[in-house]
């Protein structure tokens, strides 16, 4: 049983975990000390026949310092928190040569929608597959985000990505993949009764085998009628 | 006294079953929530066979039926829009008709009237309205198990679209009925913080200021008035979900132009004042026990009042944190970041204050002492983890994860459970005359605190691992495979978990009639509930009681006991009271 996240593969990882790991050092500290000074307390203070507590009321001095110690360190917390959320959600913050990708969830599967060669989505020369997904290393991809049914939530845990799909909105979400290698695609939230199987895969390729990938798939396309040959399963 | 004859004329059906006497409502209120308690583990108990042995015949599963449990050769296999229920249902149980009854509509009508020193309610009959709405709502709830389709499968926060429309989930009726019943519980939970408000105002014996009030009163007054605030909000939305799924309507379906984060917006700003309606009363019924156990007065008192406020009103502009990955506007995450992270502070003062009290006292670890300091230590654990998801960044990790399931039972089980363990307890000589066995009251709070942490402690560290809330079969994600041992290790510590509560419930039966008498005070406590016989008679209090100092005077150097009755006359004053003792009006 471990508090140490995952290894993180992308490029908010190192922020996402410096954060977790700072909260779970200052709350690590309040926990051992406050948890130690209540048993303390209850073993050194425990009844003894003939004695009598200390009649205390308070000290104004201690609730000035236990209140604002506690404020002054929350809001540390938030504040160091916020350029790392601007950059994780803030659509803004997109770079501008990330690559476009559609991805469309639905009870009970990921639709993920290349740009293919052009690099524009919504395009004749788009890409689709289900439930896997293609991205290249060390390079920022672009995602809008929807869903056609009911909410479900696109869950990269290694890309520190997480976030909901709603049906009748386009949401933005990107990251940055930095190791090749698979990883999961989960959702995160309940989306019916096959929930549990609405998992997949994110492929991450080093960029020259991904260039090729997307140019196999378009030769592909070419040929084929019907979109669901695509499928990359 | 009249008021006692008068009670003994009437019939049996009017003083047990349609009473209005607050201490009887109390006690329905808690046989009720205890019953629901129970079927809320037992649905517990399940998901926990899933989760731990996925897709393996259940024990006792043929006895449920095929639209839940599908038979094979080997026994029967959870279904899993079952597994959705046993989610939904767990969650709204144990949240509406277990924790909220039991703090709320127990605590409320026994303490309130007592501890202020009124002889019953403002509206005793409005109070009984409200229990013989929650209990049909209650009922109802249960029902919908056995409707065409099963019951409501949308988790308890009901997301919509997924509840808005059947076509989604299959469950219809199921889906409309727990809309229903939480509309006609709301009503209930109105007609008690109307009572309790215009109670605490109104009906306070002479000298019972406002700072002389019991904190357990004082979180009860500060939840009742959350209650009024929040719940019509509740009734709204779910109002508004029930037209989109009978006749029509699209508030919530994007197909009729509707918006789906408009469910959420509603159901947590009622939803986070929700939070705090569970737990205030377990701060203040933590505070009495406290202060009793360790023989000394609560350590800033003031500065726990104003905690308790500044909580219910901080709880008004909290609820965007449940919605930080939902699609609402990054800038909207950061502003709700910041008042997440203040609201911790009054959480902290709080824990500061009952250390603060248990120093330098002269500690007795009865029963209810020890489920007070339980609720600290685990409090103290459910506060911090809520700092973790507080952080926008770290939460885009953690959320919708079992950390999240971990924090909010470390806040709920270890916080509000444990405090409701320690009030029932000391208050049980109050309901019924006899106190519980000590003993068997100690073997269960350390079975409980252990299992209940080796149940929920290695849930923050799965979480951390990645593993998603309300998934059926966990298994079906290779990345979650090698957690499967924590998970079946938690289930086998679930079931003896939910197995210890028996030790509770017998104590709880068999002390109603072999219990140790408990005479008016047996816990030599100061509140106006310990100067009238156990249990009180109908009409409470003899002589309306003078208060002359606040609750808390345990070790006074004015007097030779180690505590002081709030209507006990000061030394000065015995020969010639300030205020003679009035009859009761009636």
């Known amino acids: 049983m471990s508090w140490l996240l995952p290894e993180s593969f992308s490029t908010f990882g190192p922020d996402v975990d410096f954060l977790y790991y700072v909260i779970l050092w200052v709350t690590g500290v309040v926990f051992v000390i406050t948890e130690a000074l209540l048993v303390y307390f209850v073993i050194r203070y425990r009844r003894r026949e003939g004695q009598k507590a200390t009649y205390i009321h308070g000290s104004t001095k201690a609730e000035i310092i236990w209140t604002t110690l506690p404020f002054i360190a929350v809001l540390a917390l938030a504040f160091i928190s916020i350029p790392s959320w601007n950059m994780m959600k803030n659509p803004d913050s997109v770079p501008a040569d990330a690559l476009d990708y559609i991805v469309n969830a639905k009870q009970f599967e990921w639709e993920i929608t290349y740009a293919g060669t052009d690099g524009v989505t919504g395009t004749a020369d788009d890409i689709s597959t289900i439930n896997i997904m293609h991205v290249p290393v060390n390079q920022a991809v672009n995602i809008t985000l929807r869903s056609e049914d009911v909410l479900h939530s696109f869950f990269l845990p290694e890309m520190r990505v997480k976030q909901d799909a709603v049906p009748g909105m386009d949401i933005t979400v990107w990251f940055e993949a930095t190791a090749a290698g698979a990883y999961p695609i989960g959702c995160a939230e309940l989306c019916g009764n096959l929930h549990t199987t609405m998992g997949g895969t994110l492929n991450v390729y080093e960029a020259a085998e991904f260039d090729a990938w997307v140019a196999s798939q378009s030769a592909d396309a070419d040929d084929a009628d019907d979109a669901d040959d695509q499928e990359d399963q | 006294m009249d008021a006692h004859a008068h009670a003994h004329e009437m019939p049996w059906i009017r003083r047990y079953v349609f009473s209005t006497d607050h201490k009887i409502i109390a006690i329905q209120f808690l046989l009720m929530s205890l019953f629901f308690l129970v079927v809320g583990g037992l649905l517990a108990a399940m998901i926990r066979w899933q989760l731990g042995f996925p897709s393996e015949p259940m024990p006792g599963g043929m006895l449920l039926p095929d639209e839940m449990m599908a038979p094979t050769p080997a ?311 809520g700092v973790f998801m507080a952080s926008t960044p770290v939460d885009v990790y953690i959320h919708d994860t079992y950390f999240i399931v971990a924090h909010i039972h470390y806040v709920l089980f270890g916080g509000s459970l444990f405090a409701i363990f320690a009030g029932v307890t000391f208050w049980y000589p109050k309901m019924f005359g006899r106190l519980m066995n000590e003993k068997w009251g100690r073997i269960h709070f350390w079975l409980t605190l252990i299992l209940y942490n080796l149940v929920f402690w290695p849930m923050h560290s799965i979480g951390i691992q990645g593993h998603m809330r309300r998934i059926y079969d966990p298994t079906q994600y290779e990345f979650l495979q090698p957690l499967q041992p924590i998970n079946q290790f938690i289930t086998v510590c679930v079931f003896a978990l939910v197995a210890v509560q028996a030790i509770y419930a017998l104590n709880f039966i068999i002390s109603i009639w072999k219990g140790k008498k408990a005479g008016n005070n047996p816990w030599h406590a100061n509140s106006l509930e310990w100067t009238v016989p156990s249990p009180p008679p109908h009409g409470n209090f003899e002589l309306v009681p003078i208060v002359y100092r606040g609750p808390y005077e345990y070790s006074a150097p004015d007097v030779e006991e180690d505590y002081w009755l709030q209507d006990t006359p000061p030394p000065s004053e015995t020969a010639a009271p300030a205020l003679e003792p009035q009859p009761v009006a009636d």
Do not use: C
Request: charged fraction near 5%.
């Open chain 2, 75 to 385: 026994g029967a296999i959870m279904l899993p829009e079952f597994y959705n229920s046993l989610v939904t249902m767990h969650g709204t149980i144990m949240i509406f008709f277990a924790i909220m009854p039991l703090l709320v509509g127990v605590f409320g009508n026994l303490l309130i009237p007592l501890q202020i020193g009124a002889d019953d309610m403002a509206f005793p009959r409005l109070n009984m309205a409200s229990f013989w709405m929650a209990f049909p709502a209650g009922l109802l709830m249960l029902v919908s198990f056995a409707v065409e389709g099963g019951a409501a499968g949308a988790g308890w926060t009901s997301y919509a679209p997924l509840s808005a429309s059947g076509e989604y989930t299959g469950v219809y009726l199921g889906q409309q009925l727990w809309l229903i019943s939480l509309t006609i519980l709301g009503f209930a939970s109105l007609a008690g913080a109307v009572n309790y408000i215009t109670t605490i105002i109104n009906m306070r014996a002479p000298g019972m200021t406002w700072f002389r009030m019991p904190l357990a009163t004082w979180a009860l007054f500060i939840t009742a008035i959350l209650i009024l605030l929040a719940i019509p909000i509740l009734a709204g939305a779910l109002i508004m979900l029930l037209f989109d799924q009978t006749i029509g309507t699209g508030f919530f379906l994007p197909a009729s132009d509707g918006e789906p984060l408009l469910w959420q917006h509603l159901f947590w700003f009622f939803g986070h004042p929700e939070v705090y309606i569970l737990i205030l009363p377990a701060m203040g019924i933590t505070s009495d026990v406290l202060a009793n156990g360790a023989r000394k007065p609560v350590f800033g008192y003031h500065a726990m009042v104003l905690a308790i406020v500044s909580i219910a009103f901080l709880s008004w502009i909290v609820w965007g944190h449940h919605m930080f990955q939902s699609g609402m506007n990054p800038m909207l995450g950061t502003t709700f970041m910041i008042t997440t992270m203040v609201i911790a502070v009054p959480s902290a003062i709080k824990v500061f204050n009952w250390l603060g009290t248990i120093y330098k006292g002269n500690i007795h670890l009865h029963t209810p002492m020890l489920h007070a300091l339980g609720f600290v230590s685990m409090f103290i654990i459910g506060g911090l983890s």
